[in-house]
Structures are given as structure tokens and as C-alpha cells.
């Protein structure tokens, strides 16, 4: 099964590509949905892994899913040269997994959308496949970023569809990437 985590606040174009991209078995999480909330660093989930946390919240769903899934598809916009705080909240929150390898051997997969032309976001999408891969290293998961999307001026277009007309292919190569 493979895991799609929807990393904006809305469910647009992020949520609408991801979607596209999903097979019958597979799961999408929208993280907008979720009561997550913030790690306060009490390193609990070190010495006791049978709750994964000490905050009881929507975060155990994602820890269940995550454990169940093959692949990880995460996908989010771009805010203030970053990801989303709502799914940094969640890449926080999974120090359990750190600390206990649990992360080993999976793929994670990074797909982005910023506001700009592709090629301005160039400095940006290199920034965070930084700090994905310093991640990966840290918990031993294998991670590929696989595209910075644009989702075109969103004054005056509402849809990734209106800005891709070779989005049908784009989801189809995407497709072909994390299916192997």
C-alpha cells in the first residue's frame, strides 16, 4: 500500500494531483483534516514506544498508516521557502521513528508546488531536498524528491490542471516513478 499525505491547508491542488496519482488500495491523508498537535520534546517515545507519544491526537492515525505503507507520497506547497507548518508539525512529531529505526528501508517520495515559475523555485526545491535527505540519513529511509510543480498565478488560475496542458502525462510518468 502506498501512503499519500496531502501537506496543504486546502484541499486543492495538492490533494487533486495526489488523487490522480493513487491506486483502489492505496491511502490519501489530508493533514488539514487532522488534529495534530505541536512536539513539546519531552523524548517520551524514546524510553516507550508502545504509544508512539504522550499527546493523544490525530497523529497515531499517521503512525498506524505509516507503518502500513510500502511507499510514502508526501506532497506540499510551498510557504515561506519551506513546506507547510502543518506537515513540519508532523515531520516533528516522528521522533519515535527515529529513534527506533522504524522508518528503515521505506521510500518517501517529496513533491512540491510553489506559486513561481519552476526554474524560480530552483534555490528552493534544492533547500528542501537538503533537508530531506539529512532527514533520510538520520532515520534510514531512502527518499527521492520528484518534482516542484507551478501552480501559476493563483489570481487567476484555480487549478494545476490550467497550468499543465501535459498534466495527463505528468501524473502518468509520476505514476511509473513510484510503482517501480
Excluded at 493513487?22 to 488534529?35: A, T, V
Excluded at 493523544?56 to 502500513?68: F, G, P, V
Amino acid at each position: 500500500m502506498k501512503l499519500f499525505i496531502n501537506g496543504s491547508n486546502r484541499k486543492k491542488n495538492c490533494y487533486n494531483f495526489l488523487k490522480d496519482l493513487m491506486d483502489k488500495e492505496d491511502k490519501l491523508i489530508s493533514l488539514s483534516d487532522k488534529n495534530i498537535k505541536y512536539c513539546i520534546g519531552c523524548n517520551s517515545c524514546i524510553k516507550d514506544l508502545s504509544n508512539y507519544c504522550i499527546l493523544k491526537d490525530d497523529m497515531k492515525e499517521l503512525y498506524d498508516s505509516i507503518l502500513e505503507a510500502d511507499k510514502i507520497i508526501i506532497m506540499s506547497p510551498i510557504y515561506m521557502n519551506h513546506v507547510t507548518g502543518i506537515l513540519k508539525n508532523v515531520i516533528d512529531r516522528l521522533n519515535p521513528f527515529s529513534n527506533h529505526e522504524l522508518l528503515k528501508g521505506k521510500k518517501i517520495y517529496l513533491i512540491t508546488v510553489g506559486q513561481m515559475p519552476e526554474d524560480e523555485n530552483e534555490e528552493v526545491k534544492e533547500d528542501l531536498d537538503r533537508y530531506f535527505k539529512g532527514l533520510a540519513e538520520f532515520m534510514y529511509f531512502d527518499f527521492e524528491y520528484l518534482m516542484n510543480l507551478s501552480s501559476g498565478d493563483i489570481e487567476t488560475v484555480d487549478s494545476i490542471k490550467e497550468t499543465y496542458k501535459n498534466y495527463d502525462e505528468i501524473i502518468n510518468e509520476t505514476k511509473k516513478i513510484i510503482d517501480k
